[in-house]
């Protein structure tokens, strides 16, 4: 490994690792950087400034994509609930501190789901990561979200790979997942976003660059859902009302598509984790 990667694994964990190869740092790679810092957070009935808005916005989708979850955290954070609780335990001002972050897109980042087919009765699979970020760091810093991770995606390509480095061959499509929720939807953002945010104030262990690193990524979002979970689902259910009350006929047809998409998912799912043992289990990242 590297010098430079080295530094870099030890100050930026990675999050829902999946990809086996070398990680490339988001500080070399992002496509577009987005300054959302500067917003003072105001908890009044008044409009809140947000300079970062129009930037978000000038992105076309993938920034109002952004927007939208960031938004909706924000309001998690803002609130009286356990979740935010849970980060006020440490950080006092913790809608403020979010508010500050800012956001990067990497447009380059891993893409395809690696299924390690050494051991085929029990292959191992690993998603493209979703996001990054550093773990214990101040105001202004950045989440990288892969643009072909689950943030974004709902689905990736499988690659069969027999060894680390092998070419391999793609075989199928599976979904991509954050935690329990499917690739490219709104709980999957929000998660996604808290996830990292429980690093960013060092909440979470490190779960890039370590040994069993896609492991404790996975317990790493179990313990946001443990803390989160319903204030994730009651936003994203306050949201689809919100949505519906302005634009019903686009809701309906949202609805519709939404629990489409959730069967076909869960049918994948199923058949997805059929061939996982009950002991020594591959990491997974759900
Ligand atoms: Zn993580």
Known sequence: ??????????????????????????????????????????????????????????????????????????????????????????????????RSLRFAVDSGGASEILKLASWNDDPYYYQPYVARTGQNVGRGSTIALNANGAFFKSVAAVRVVNKLKDPGFINSNRPLVVGRYSGATLQARILTMLHEYGHVLDMLPVDAGVPSGPLIS???????????????????????????????????????????????????????????????LPPRFD
């Open 1 to 98: 490994m590297l010098p430079a990667l080295r530094r870099f694994f030890l100050i930026v964990t990675a999050c829902f690792v999946a990809h086996l190869f070398a990680i490339p740092a988001f500080t070399q790679a992002p496509a577009k950087l987005l300054a959302t810092t500067t917003g003072v957070f105001r908890t009044s009935n008044e409009a809140v400034a947000d300079p970062s808005l129009e930037e978000l916005n000038s992105l076309g989708a993938q920034g109002q994509t952004i927007q939208q979850a960031r938004a909706e955290v924000l309001l998690i954070l803002g609130g009286e609930n356990a979740c935010s609780a849970w980060y006020r335990g440490a950080e006092p001002d913790v809608a403020e501190k979010f």
């Open 218 to 280: 996975t317990r790493n979002t179990d313990t946001v859902l443990r803390h989160c979970m319903p204030q994730i689902q009651a936003q994203v259910k306050h949201s689809r009302k919100k949505t519906s009350e302005i634009f019903p006929a686009q809701a309906s047809l949202t609805l519709r598509a939404t629990l489409n998409h959730q069967g076909a998912f869960r049918q994948q799912r199923n058949q997805f984790f059929v061939s996982r043992g009950e002991s020594d």
